[in-house]
């Protein structure tokens, strides 16, 4: 949803500067002119709602309360608005912060990348499979690599680190999202269901671990933080003088 806040004292009704209501014949509440910020907004939280695959320009055009061919005046057709998507996602993720070390600096965004896929479960997916030469986009990765680039990786390296922790984040997020999607049940009662699952006598070793789990429910920041941290200390062994 979008909120115009207004700062100035006008009569009531009066439209602040630069917002455009439209009125109504009938007397109903005005409804707010379409954008291509509102119409991507809009897909976004469709998306959120019903899935990726439910946005469609007819199905989009139906929420907004307009006909579909009125979309075409703000999005070129279905690629524009999904690029359009991805880019206000990447938007969400927080930029590299210059007054922590390179490694906080990357735990952060990652951890930031993270919380935005987990929001928008389509996210992921869908920046992977999208045009990256948008000025967020771009953006983004400038401030990712610089992080890198200063901390003292040479420009190759900066790039393959910056893969390699962004192969972690989409992974560890697509995983985690399809294991929610599948099952119901609790940590603790999924590790039950896996041990009633063994046969006796069957598979020691993935016994072990349900059991322990039975006890200790699995903790996913915990474990993000895990991988992260494997990753980051091993990229800290490229640098000049590790």
Not at 174 to 202: D, K, L, Y
Not at 217 to 242: C, S, V, W, Y
Request: proline fraction near 5%.
């Amino acid at each position: 949803m979008l909120v115009c806040q207004a700062h100035d004292e006008r009569p009531c009704g009066e439209p602040a500067g630069g917002a455009t209501i439209t009125g109504t014949p009938d007397g109903k509440e005005p409804r707010e002119t379409l954008s291509r910020e509102r119409v991507l907004r809009a897909a976004m939280a469709l998306a959120d709602e019903r899935g990726i695959e439910a946005v469609t320009m007819r199905e989009l055009g139906r929420e907004l309360g307009v006909e579909a061919a009125s979309l075409y005046n703000h999005v070129t057709g279905k690629d524009d608005l999904l690029d359009g998507m991805a880019e206000h996602a990447v938007a969400e993720i927080d930029v590299p912060r210059d007054d922590v070390g390179w490694k906080e600096a990357m735990r952060l965004r990652a951890v930031s990348a993270c919380e935005v896929f987990a929001r928008h479960s389509w996210a992921a997916a869908l920046h992977d499979s999208r045009n990256r030469t948008g000025a967020t986009s771009l953006s983004y990765m400038d401030g990712v690599l610089g992080v890198l680039i200063r901390a003292g990786f040479p420009p190759v390296a900066a790039a393959q680190a910056f893969l390699a922790v962004d192969s972690y984040i989409y992974g560890f997020e697509r995983r985690w999202s399809s294991m929610t999607a599948q099952q119901n049940a609790t940590g603790t009662e999924a590790a039950r269901e896996v041990m009633a699952a063994i046969p006796e006598g069957a598979y020691p070793n993935a016994l072990l671990v349900a059991a322990a789990f039975t006890t200790a429910p699995f903790d996913q920041d915990a474990a993000f933080d895990f991988g992260l941290g494997l990753i980051l200390d091993g990229l800290e062994r490229l640098l000049p003088g590790a």
